[in-house]
Nanobody, 123 residues
Framework: QVQLVESGGGLVQAGGSLRLSCAASGSNFKINAMGWYRQAPGKQRELVATITSGGSTNYADSVKGRFTISRDNAKNTVYLQMNSLKPEDTAVYYC?????????????????WGQGTQVTVSS
């Protein structure tokens, strides 16, 4: 059983900062990549940022220069530092993990999602 537990959302004024955390717990897995997605009311879920096991990062154009994704391999945790927040960043933020499940006769890749954490930026 693998779980993703998110924390760090909240209410902040425009121009402020928040830091999201997502920890993967369980057994028999290796992390291929982790990332953050967000979904605003009435909109589709969209990619915010991803980071691979090798440290390569990818960002949505809308957050480049403001958000930074990082990871702590020892803790199986990914972080999203969000600076210069704007009202349009308001959304539920979801952690995603692309994991290689080991300990099975045939290892396999599987996607996992966190429960989501609300980020609200007031103007």
């Amino acid at each position: 059983q693998v779980q993703l537990v998110e924390s760090g959302g909240g209410l902040v004024q425009a121009g402020g900062s928040l830091r999201l955390s997502c920890a993967a717990s369980g057994s028999n897995f290796k992390i291929n990549a982790m990332g953050w997605y967000r979904q605003a009311p009435g909109k589709q879920r969209e990619l915010v940022a991803t980071i691979t096991s090798g440290g390569s990062t990818n960002y949505a154009d809308s957050v480049k220069g403001r958000f930074t994704i990082s990871r702590d391999n020892a803790k199986n945790t990914v972080y999203l530092q969000m600076n210069s927040l704007k009202p349009e960043d308001t959304a539920v933020y979801y952690c995603n993990a692309d994991l290689l499940r080991t300990g099975f006769p045939q290892p396999f890749n599987h996607d996992y999602w966190g429960q989501g954490t609300q980020v609200t930026v007031s103007s």
